[in-house]
């Protein structure tokens, strides 16, 4: 069974930095991708970066380039996003996902399992 667990999320000052984290275990793939999305109230679930595993390409929606950086350690089966210059306008419910396919695209559609999300908060 394919398990994703989000940890790192909480509530931070406009300007400060969060680091989440996200740990896959279940599987055997070895071409695959992980996408972090993020979603508030209201509104629909949108890519804010993704990583090839196997290369290290990375992907950025571009209203976190310059602030947010993803990265991975296949070791332990982990990836990042670390989250600078944080704005209120990135409070959301933030989930990581991983593709199969390898693709690192940012459409939530085209990803096959989903962590639980974990809450990040930004206080202006």
């Known amino acids: 069974e394919v398990r994703l667990v989000e940890s790192g999320g909480g509530l931070v000052q406009a300007g400060g930095s969060l680091r989440l984290s996200c740990a896959a275990s279940?599987?055997?793939?070895?071409?695959?991708?992980i996408g972090w999305f993020r979603q508030s109230p209201g509104k629909a679930r949108e890519g804010v970066s993704s990583?090839?595993?196997?290369?290290?390409?990375?992907y950025y929606a571009d209203s976190v380039k310059g602030r947010f950086t993803i990265s991975r350690d296949n070791a332990k089966n982990t990836v990042y996003l670390q989250m600078n210059d944080l704005k209120p306008e990135d409070t959301a419910a933030y989930y990581c996902?991983?593709?199969?396919?390898?693709?690192?695209?940012?459409?939530?559609?085209?990803?096959?399992?989903w962590g639980q999300g974990t809450q990040v908060t930004v206080s202006s």
């Open positions: 996902a991983l593709q199969a396919v390898g693709l690192a695209t940012m459409s939530a559609d085209e990803y096959d399992y």
């Open positions: 279940g599987f055997r793939y070895d071409d695959y991708a």
């Open positions: 990583i090839r595993t196997y290369d290290g390409r990375t």
